[in-house]
Every structure is written in structure tokens, then in C-alpha cells.
């Protein structure tokens, strides 16, 4: 059998490239082969390969290949250039085709191949590419730059500079300076993005620059063209709510504080739709570049009082939740462990229920809130917590860890559609993935924490003084994220319910201290060693017709699908007023209204088939 194959293959392990040239090869049997083929290597190294055996190449061999040739690696090299260092990439013009080459001559005069990405350079350096980027294969510039610039520049600034830069290039020689046509296409473009994305710089100019760059536009674009109304002084309508008039919403309806046991005559999904209706709606008003470290860092300093005002009100939303869950867990020290344990199941469904409709902002604020001090450690309040909230509280918490830099909470940001699995299994019948709206709201917190980050661990100029902007590059691909995901934001399909909201502003604000005084309260220090179940085993009754019907109470509703709302203060009766049967060891709450109902009962002994 060798020997016929080597007949039928005199050529031995030599091939042909398409081209003609030989090409010598390792055999398909050696050593590759055992490695999983030689396919796999040539993929691994960035090569290709085709079949041989026929003219036309279509059908796989297993006795010979041929390989095409990869594509060369590019290579890298700094060059200096007027004010700025540019990084240079390469690609031999080889690559490509002798008709491709002239059907796509090179703009500019710029070699094939060569693209020059600004890497640092003076405020007039940057400047001067803003115009230049497009020709010099640089489009990821002028939108990274109009990101990041106000860390080092001023919109008023800029605008001067390009105009004066526009000024040089007209007076300038006709070989050195770009064609008409080209420096019209590149302003035009540039003011556009600049009006779209960025129309609050453009507010307050002096009459006589906002004069010179509409008249630029004009020149670029052409009379009567959409982006001169960007350029109206009159301020834009629907502008984002300031933090004072927020704080000044809540400082009215701060006068009546709220009942803290309202939370429990509501379900737990329209707790979590209205917390992400609020969410979304902040998250969508929200400015990506005051996230920036260098901005966020520096709000509490002298002078930066009003900075970063949407940044500002999602902190406050997230800060008004997580009291929320405190306030209304510990506000009433009157009562008992098991009424207590009531509410953080609550809590904790209205935590599952966020993810559900991938609020991570309102997750993370719940979740923290149950893990803070004041409510961790209030042991004998856990110990009645039921089994299932415990456990769906443990994986909710898993996905809010901050371990590998929020890796789970990263990989279900970016994951399309809901969370795969649900925490736990719920007791009432859930809604349908199909049914339910579609959207996504980040915890604003992991990226600010990255943007701080890449600015303390990344230095803002170089040594001879050159702005470093490949950090600004490295921030605008953080800047990019909060773009995409404030555009998968925009599907939601919900509204805030106002009476909750008011409840929200209501309820007392507690610092850390009182917190924890509270908490004290409640379980004093050192009281005891760290509680137990009852050791005798307990039955769970949630739905038992028959019994409640014999005793004379109508049909059972299950204890997180109230009925109304509006008796939610009779569902904690105060130890003095309460007619709890305590059986087994735990309490069964009984009310005259048609409050949620549950039973526990004593295990009856019987046999392991009963």
C-alpha cells in the first residue's frame, strides 16, 4: 500500500502553491496528525489552506495541501511629527492585489498600507489631527477624543484652536496644505459628531465664536443644514433634573415619614419594575464622560460642587434604595425575629426579581444593603429567614461579589436576553422570559471604579510635556461600553409607580450609626451564643383548603401575593397585640383581614414510605 501511494504521488511531500511554487510540508501521517491533523496547526499559526487533488480544489484530501500564504504581521514603529508622536503600522502593499491597488489609490498620497495613529502630542498637536485623522487611516480618533478632551481642555479652547488651525491651512501653500474638498469633508464630519453627541458644549459660547464656527458649517455643508439649529443659544429642552432640584423634590415630602412596613402589601416584580423604570430612566439621562476618574475623582474638592451631575443622581437613587431596605427592616424595633425575617425575604425577592429584568443597579443596592453590617448581624432574624431566601440570597450575592473585578456580574451584563437559569424556584407562577420587557441597567459603580482606576495607574503626559492620549484611547473603550448598553436601555417598556416613589423619599434617612444602634437594639451585643433551629422537626403548610375551610377562614392566599396593598400595617402585629399560636417552636400570624397566610405545624411521626 505504500508503494502504491508513493506511485500515485511522485512528487513526494512537495506541493504547489497556487502560484506555482513549491512548497514542502510535514506529511498528513506524522507528527501534526497525531496533534489532531494538520488543519488545526495551520488555523492556530493564521494560515489557510486549501484542498489539492483536483483542479478546481473542492474536495479534501487526506495525501496533500496546499497552503496559502498568511498574511504578514504588522509591524509597529513610532515617528515624530510637529507637535505629536504618531504610531506608525505598516502593511507591505504584497498583500494585496495589483487590482485592488489601483481601483483604491491611497488618500492623501499616503502610502498603501500605512495607517498613523496619534499616540501623545501638544493641545495644538491633537488638535491639528482632528483634521487630519481620516486621511491618515486614524477614525477611532476624533470619537475618542471628543470623549475625553474636557480632562485637559476647554470646548471653548478647542473650538479656537480649530479655528485657527482652519485660518493656517487657508493661507498655507497649495502642496502642503489638503485639498478643498477634503478639508471640507473632514470639518464637516468632525462638526457633526461634535453637535450630535456633545450639544452642551456648544451652549454658552460667546456670540462672536458661536458666529465664526456657524459660519465654518456653513462652509462645510452648506446653508440651511440640520446642525445649525444645535447652535441656537436657546438651552435644550428636557434637560436632565440637577441634584438641587432633587434634593429639593425630597425635602417636600420628607415632612411625613412613612409607614416601613408598606413594602410587604406589594408584589415583589412591581417593586422591581418601578426601581428599574427609575433606573433606566437615570441611566439614559446619564453623560459618559463625567464617569471619566479624572472628573469623578476630583467632585468632592473645592469648586467642583455641581460636577458630574448624572453620575450624581444615579448615587443618589442607588443610596435612597439601599436605605430603603435598612430603614424598613430596622425602623421598628418592636418586632420579633420571625416578623422581622418577613421582610428581608421580601427583599430578597425583589433583589431576584431586579435581576430578572437585568437591573444590576437596583440588584446591587439591595444586596448590599442586606450585607451591610447593621442587617448582617442579626442572627436570630437569619435563622427564622426560610431555606429558599437564604439560598436564592447566597447566589444573588455570588453575582455581586467583586472578585475577579465583577467577573460574573460582567459576563450577565453583556448577555443577551435574561439570566439563563433563575436563582431559586419560585412559589408563585412567573412570568414568561417572552413576556417580560427587554433592557439592561448597569451597576454605574463597576465602570467608575475601572475609569479611576486606568487614571491613578496611568499617567496624563509624558516627559517632555506631550498629552498622552493612548490613556484616553483606553477610556473611551470603557466610554464605548456605557453607549452600547444606554442603547439596549431604551427597550424598556415600563412606568414608575409615583406612590412608591414618594415612600421611597419618605423614609427616614439613616446614617451608619444609627444604623447600627438600631441594630443593637434589636439583638444587644453579646447576647448569647449564635442561635438554632428548633430541633424538632416543623411542617410548612401554605395552602391547606380543607383545614381552613373547617375552621372558617376562606380561601388561603399565598403570604408574597397580598391582596391589597393598603393592609400591609396589620400584617406585623406588635408583640402586645398579637394572637400568634406559637407551635414547634415558630409563630403562625393570624389577622381579621385577608392577610397572607401560613401555617407551621409539628412533623407528625410516621413511616419513611408516609
Known amino acids: 500500500l505504500r508503494a502504491a501511494r508513493r506511485k500515485e504521488r511522485p512528487s513526494g511531500r512537495q506541493g504547489k502553491r497556487p502560484g506555482g511554487e513549491p512548497c514542502s510540508g510535514p506529511s498528513p501521517r506524522g507528527s501534526l496528525a497525531k496533534r489532531g491533523g494538520p488543519m488545526k496547526v495551520f488555523l492556530r499559526l493564521g494560515g489557510c489552506l486549501e484542498a489539492g487533488g483536483s483542479p478546481e480544489g473542492a474536495l479534501l484530501t487526506r495525501t496533500r ?4 500564504p498568511a498574511k504578514a504581521p504588522v509591524t509597529l514603529r513610532e515617528e515624530a511629527g510637529e507637535g505629536a508622536i504618531y504610531a506608525v503600522s ?30 501623545a502630542g501638544s493641545l495644538p498637536g491633537l488638535v491639528r489631527h482632528l483634521l487630519e485623522a481620516p486621511a491618515l487611516g ?16 476647554t470646548p471653548h479652547l478647542v473650538l479656537k484652536q480649530l479655528l485657527d488651525r482652519l485660518q493656517e491651512l487657508e493661507g498655507a501653500e497649495s502642496d502642503v496644505a489638503p485639498e478643498r474638498s477634503q478639508l471640507q469633508r473632514a470639518l464637516g464630519s468632525l462638526l457633526c459628531s461634535w453637535l450630535d453627541g456633545y450639544p452642551e458644549d456648544f451652549v454658552g459660547l460667546e456670540a462672536s465664536l ?17 446642525h445649525e439649529k444645535s447652535l441656537s443659544p436657546a438651552p435644550k429642552e428636557g434637560a436632565p433634573v440637577t441634584l438641587e432640584e432633587s434634593e429639593g423634590d425630597e425635602a417636600a415630602v420628607e415632612e411625613q415619614d412613612a409607614n416601613p412596613h408598606y413594602i410587604l ?15 433606566a430612566e437615570l441611566f439614559l439621562r446619564l ?22 451631575p448624572t453620575v450624581r443622581a444615579t448615587v443618589a437613587q442607588f443610596n435612597r434604595v439601599a436605605n430603603a431596605v435598612v430603614a424598613s427592616c430596622l425602623s421598628d424595633t418592636g418586632l420579633r425575629a420571625a416578623q422581622r425575617a418577613r421582610l428581608l425575604e421580601k427583599w430578597i425577592r425583589v433583589a431576584e426579581e431586579c435581576l430578572s429584568l437585568r437591573n444590576f443597579s437596583a440588584l446591587y443596592a439591595v444586596v448590599s444593603a442586606l450585607r451591610s453590617t447593621p442587617l448582617h448581624r442579626l442572627k436570630r432574624t437569619w435563622e427564622e429567614t426560610s431555606r429558599d431566601c437564604v439560598h436564592c440570597y ?32 419560585r412559589r408563585h407562577q412567573r412570568k414568561t422570559s417572552e413576556q417580560r420587557p427587554t433592557g439592561v441597567v448597569p451597576y454605574l459603580g463597576t465602570f467608575l471604579k475601572d475609569l479611576v482606576m486606568l487614571d491613578a495607574a496611568t499617567r496624563n503626559r509624558l516627559e517632555n510635556g506631550y498629552i498622552n492620549f493612548e490613556k484616553h484611547r483606553k477610556e473611551f473603550e470603557i466610554l464605548t461600553q456605557l453607549r452600547l448598553l444606554q442603547a439596549a436601555c431604551r427597550t424598556y417598556a415600563l412606568k414608575p409607580d409615583p406612590t412608591f416613589q414618594r415612600w421611597l423619599q419618605r423614609l427616614p434617612r439613616l446614617t451608619e450609626s444609627q444604623s447600627y444602634q438600631l441594630s443593637c437594639a434589636i439583638e444587644p451585643l453579646g447576647e448569647g451564643g449564635t442561635p438554632t433551629r428548633s430541633v424538632k422537626p416543623s411542617v410548612v403548610i401554605t395552602h391547606c383548603t380543607d383545614m381552613l375551610s373547617s375552621i372558617g377562614m376562606g380561601t388561603p392566599v399565598s403570604w408574597d401575593k397580598p391582596s391589597s396593598p393598603q393592609g400591609s400595617s396589620d400584617w406585623l402585629l406588635s408583640p402586645a397585640s398579637s394572637q400568634a399560636q406559637v407551635t414547634g417552636g415558630r409563630g403562625a400570624l393570624q389577622s381579621p383581614h385577608p392577610a397572607p397566610f401560613f401555617c407551621i405545624l409539628p412533623a407528625l411521626v410516621c413511616g419513611p414510605r408516609e
Open 90 to 119: 505598516c502593511r507591505p502593499s504584497g498583500g494585496a492585489s495589483a487590482g485592488d491597488q489601483e481601483a483604491t489609490p491611497p488618500p492623501s498620497g499616503r502610502p498603501p498600507g500605512r495607517c498613523r495613529a496619534l499616540k
Open 65 to 68: 495541501w496546499y497552503c496559502l
Open 265 to 279: 402589601g406589594l408584589q415583589a416584580d412591581e417593586v422591581a419594575a418601578h426601581l428599574t423604570a427609575q433606573d
Open 394 to 425: 447566597e447566589e444573588l450575592s455570588a453575582i455581586c461579589s467583586e472578585n475577579d473585578n465583577y467577573r460574573q456580574s460582567r459576563q450577565l451584563l453583556f448577555q443577551e436576553g435574561c439570566p439563563s437559569a433563575e436563582p431559586t424556584q
Open 138 to 153: 486614524d477614525p477611532c480618533y476624533v470619537p475618542a477624543f471628543l470623549a475625553t478632551y474636557r480632562t485637559f481642555a
Open 210 to 226: 458661536r458666529e465664526q464656527i456657524l459660519g465654518r458649517l456653513r462652509w462645510a455643508l452648506g446653508d440651511g443644514s440640520e
Open 287 to 308: 453623560v459618559p464622560h463625567e464617569c471619566l476618574g479624572s472628573l469623578w475623582s476630583q467632585r468632592d474638592k473645592k469648586g467642583n460642587k455641581g460636577a458630574c
